[in-house]
């Protein structure tokens, strides 16, 4: 059985030496490209609880005030679970997603379970705005979404269906 004096080897001293210079050369290269990413992906900003209000524009053109709450939680870096739900005095519409982001690219899929309907989501995200095409069966609308800190722009687009348009600013409550 070995036994190992209270100093290391001077092999073993520069070995050790070695390992932890590695290490720190790792963590130096590693920390700016993670925090990059970080600060490039777009999901960062998002989680927690957000409410705000807004305009619902319908096909026969009636306005109305809209009140939303949303719910953002990220599952790991690059997978967003949103639920969302909104209602004005007429219309009401609840949205669940499932969003992945990769490159600059996001894709996923929706559902809105008030009508029972769903599809797919893809579009790009740029820093602090996302913009995506949903689409469906019976349903397509193009989202421009840009948040800064703890306030969020929504726009959806949906010429030919029964809500044309929606603009929404949600604020996010405490995490």
């Given amino acids: 059985m070995k036994i190992f004096a209270k100093s290391p080897s001077g092999d073993r001293r520069r070995a050790l030496r070695g390992a932890a210079l590695g290490f720190l050369s790792l963590m130096v290269v590693a920390s700016p490209l993670a925090q990059a990413a970080t600060a490039d992906n777009p999901f960062t900003a998002l989680p927690g609880s957000w409410t ?9 053109g009636t306005k109305e005030r809209i009140r939303c709450q949303a719910s953002y939680r990220l599952e790991n870096p690059t997978n967003l679970r949103l639920e969302m739900s909104c209602t004005s005095d007429s219309y009401r519409f609840e949205l669940r997603s499932h969003i992945t982001y990769d490159d600059q690219t996001v894709s996923g899929s929706w559902n809105e379970t008030t009508r029972g309907v769903g599809g797919q989501i893809t579009g790009r995200a740029s820093g602090a705005r996302i913009q995506a095409r949903a689409e469906g069966q019976t349903f397509t609308a193009l989202l421009d979404m840009t948040t800064r800190g703890n306030r969020q722009s929504v726009s959806i687009q949906s010429p030919g269906s029964e809500m044309s348009g929606v603009t929404i600013v949600l604020t996010r409550g405490r995490r």
Avoid: D, E, N, R
């Fill in 52 to 60: 705000g209000t807004g305009t619902i524009a319908m096909s026969s």
